[in-house]
């Protein structure tokens, strides 16, 4: 089902969207509004079995800090910096798939020079924060893109809304402008924790460990 299609995150990183790719897009989930700029989610669910390793090996990436529950003030140049490190990370790495740069179909990582589409959102994520952005600011999120096909995303949580910085695109965009289906993505109080953007797939209990695929 949906967290089959999702388990290996990068299977259309490279995908270039098109206008007759746009055209076929799967529609935004019923669970979510399309007119509200704010992505609603709708409990816990179980992280990618990647994101769970990538933790495991640079725990530092995934430390809890300090609890920011403010959302990023959408004026003083804050979405020309989204834009900004959206573009220049699209342009200094190199699209590779796992299997190319680590020899394995999904792991995790933030890349030096190669990367996918997890990669992108983890360096872009990095880079923000090194500017000052809080880390429940800046979300890992897991969607189904224009194909129908998992993909990785970083969500910036603006007081203007949801924006996605997204390897495939350049331009900044609000979540519901991508025409992607929001499946799961971090929890702004607790990185290690992922929260789901469908009921029908949320846990009663918070998960730290494990990806097992539902029926």
Known sequence: MIYLRVAAVAA???MLASPSSAA?????DNFQNPASPYLRVHGVTQPPHGFVDFCARTSTECADGVIDELRRP???GHLAELDRINRQINAEIEPATDLEVYGVKEY????????DCEDYALLKRKRLMQLGW??????????L???GEGHAVLTARTADGDFVLDNKIDDL???????????????YLNPRVWMSL???QAAPSSPVAGFKPTR
């Not at 995790?108 to 990367?115: L, Q």
């Not at 965009?173 to 929890?187: A, D, E, N, V």
């Open 24 to 28: 076929n897009s799967p529609q935004i």
């Open 198 to 200: 469908d009921p029908r």
């Open 74 to 76: 959408g004026t003083g």
């Open 108 to 115: 995790w990582a933030v890349p030096t020079k190669r990367g």
């Open 145 to 147: 893109d224009e194909k």
């Open 12 to 14: 259309a990183c490279f």
């Open 173 to 187: 965009k609000l979540w519901h402008k991508t025409g992607y289906r929001f499946i799961m993505r971090q929890s």
């Open 134 to 143: 809080p880390a429940g600011a800046l979300l890992m999120t897991v969607v």
